[in-house]
């Protein structure tokens, strides 16, 4: 159980606040802890004012979990912080049944899976009570089908852009610019990629709005575009090309953080050295004190990495140009200091990142120095399979739309039917021919991969606005029930999707 200095408790509350499983009161501004605790160690690293610490010895009869670095120590008849766990008799348990059924899915049926036409070429039909340019119906699987295009205006859109890249951009929500005009922000980034949104409705609309709706199309077009982040990158994007950062060429993907790297070789390299630190800017993985090297025989061999400890063999990096897309530049920064009260004289340490690009080996002196030293063969041939594990970096992009007004009213008279037959899988929106990913809730948005639909399908108009090929698909007797304009249909001959 957690122990409190209770002089130094201040009483804040901040303790409780993050206490995942409730076991801390704050009574008479001072904190207290019940048998709920599972020192899974979140207060202590919450407290401003250092008086919680971490027990140096499991409680009887607890039992210590091992589904995560965080490791709970959880007593009988109680969860462990994610509330997954539960220790009965002294085995823990998942407390939920395994789903065996997953929920039904509104999918289009096969014979509405691929548009009849695209909408690239279609043209537009302007204002919205016209309707679209093309509605054609052909007989597919012995089916009616209808499909209804149009190259569709849209001032709710935008692209968002997946960079495969360690290396530092920009802090997330900096702005992107092009020009000097701003297009677009930094997201959060996803695994072992920077996402920035060009584009959107309040940008379109801006001041800038014209070389936005350039920007976007370009993109999606697939030609190159140079953008430049607040504070941050120069980059240079193409779909389906490596990312240029700063004029330097990324070709590789990160195999995964620095504890994944160490969770997945492991093996490998304590057979080649005594220590590893893999430089990440999410997450730095120290081998020897990691769940994975304590379970190929190591014990922590005294060595502190230059990062925030997180959980066991896992520290928080700093973001910058350096190694791992770290601030780190020179690798003997990597390492803050040896422990010699645990450290032996003449143990190998090694720096490498997780594309494996670089590494560095150190060793240890008597005295508690840390010297460089050549790469030996086993340490060499450890960074290679790490490098070899690498994806090739590419750049690539998803195409953000909303279909409302003449997108909807071209093809029917009551648009409401046609945005709950969408999402009732009983009409297909595809983009350029390319399948959609239609958001829940109301209203028919969208996202499409580019690299699926048809070579230069999108443009734009000085609204601004881009414009985008849609195509909706669904049987002829649907179209009827959602009041389409059957009297506009041309017929085409007969196909098969099979």
Known sequence: MIEVNLDNCKGCGICEQNCPTGAITVIDRKAWVDEKCVN???????CRHESLMLPGAVETGAVKCSCCPVQCEIKTGFYGACQRYIN????????????????????????????????????????????????????????????????????????????????????EGAKVKRSGQVVGM?????????????????????????????????????????????????????????????????????????????????????????????????????????????????KWTGVVPNARRSTRGRYFGEHGDGWGGTNIHNPRDAILRVDMAVAAPGIKILVTETTGRKAALFTVTGEGAVEEIPLTRQASEAVDLIRSNCEEARVSAVYAGGTGGSARSGVSNYPIKLTRAVHDGEANLTIGGAPTYILPGGGINFRVDVEKVVPKAFTWV?????????????????YREIGGHVDKIVKKGKRTNK
């Open 186 to 298: 930094v997201e959060t980034e996803e695994y072992g990629s920077k996402m920035i949104s060009i584009g959107g409705a309040n940008l379109l609309t801006g001041a800038n709005g014209f070389i936005v709706a350039r920007t976007i199309v370009e993109i999606c077009n697939g030609e190159r575009v140079t953008l430049k982040v607040d504070k941050g990158a120069r980059l240079e994007i193409q779909v389906g090309k490596p990312p240029v950062i700063n004029g330097q060429v990324d070709s590789k993907m990160r195999v995964g953080c620095g504890s994944a790297t160490i969770g997945m070789f492991a093996r490998q390299l304590a057979g080649a050295v005594d220590e590893a630190i893999i430089l990440d800017h999410h997450v730095v993985g120290l081998l020897s004190e990691h769940v994975a090297g304590e379970d190929v025989g190591m």
């Open 88 to 171: 009965i008799n002294g085995a823990l348990v998942r407390g939920r049944p395994l789903v065996s059924d997953p929920l039904p899915r509104k999918e289009a049926r096969p014979e509405i899976g691929l548009p009849l036409i695209t909408g690239v070429g279609a043209g537009t039909s302007y204002p919205c009570l016209r309707p679209a340019p093309h509605i054609v119906m052909d007989t597919v699987d012995g089916i009616d089908v209808v499909t209804v295009v149009t190259e569709a205006p849209l001032s709710y859109s935008g692209v968002k852009v997946k960079i495969d890249t360690n290396l530092f951009i920009g802090e």
């Open 40 to 46: 899974c160690g979140v207060c202590v690293r919450v």
């Open 462 to 478: 000085p609204a601004p606005a881009t414009v985008a090929p849609v195509e909706y698909t669904m049987s002829l007797e649907k």
